[in-house]
């Protein structure tokens, strides 16, 4: 079983899809993880601005493997990420081993923004989950124990934006898609709405 769950930035479909993979027993893959690994490497081999050969360069030698680094989760690397995702090279660099990684047994959930339109498009549930640009950066900047609300709130609205207009894969709720609008729930009542939908869709 496939479980697709695609969103904007901070909408909470991390914490979602992990705790998805937790309750059925399946797999999980952070898809935003790859292009972020994408964006570092090309950094750290060419600096910046990213040029698309260098994020091209560094799709073709990922190594899934190296996960593990601790700049990933900054600030940073989430718009460089962004940028590198915008080249249609680098999508279909990451995207076999997307693919294969959704094939293993028992059944894998997989977070990102195109997992349930390019990726997977036939999962077997597929959720949307969002929330207003408002709630996500307060989220972020708690999470990023930062100071500055506004700017955090550019940065989201800059990243939505990159993310829905872009042709390759843009950001958008696949249609069979169920959308999950968080911006008034906590997280506990986000995963149990998760996990219910899900339900929903198991096969008897
Ligand atoms: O989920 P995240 O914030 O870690 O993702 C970082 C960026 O990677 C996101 O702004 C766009 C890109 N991305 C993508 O284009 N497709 C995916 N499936 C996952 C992430």
Known sequence: ??????????????????????????HFLDTGALYRMVGLAAIRAGGEPITTPAA???????????????????????????????????????LEFQRSFARTPPGAVLDGRDIGTVVCPDAHAKLFITASAEVRA?????????????????????RDARDSQRTAAPLVAATDAVTLDTSEMDINAAVAAAVATVEARRLP
Do not use: C, W
């Open 56 to 94: 091209i360069a560094a799709a073709l030698s990922l190594d899934p493997a190296s996960f593990t680094d601790a700049d990933l989760r900054n600030e940073k690397v989430g718009a460089a990420a962004s940028i590198v995702a915008v080249i249609p090279e680098v999508r279909a660099a990451l």
């Open 138 to 158: 307060r989220r972020r900047q708690l999470e990023l124990g930062a100071t500055d609300y506004e700017a955090v709130l550019a940065d989201i609205r800059a």
């Open 1 to 26: 079983m496939i479980i697709a769950v695609d969103g904007p930035a901070a909408a909470g479909k991390g914490t979602i899809a992990r705790a998805l993979a937790r309750h059925f027993g399946f």
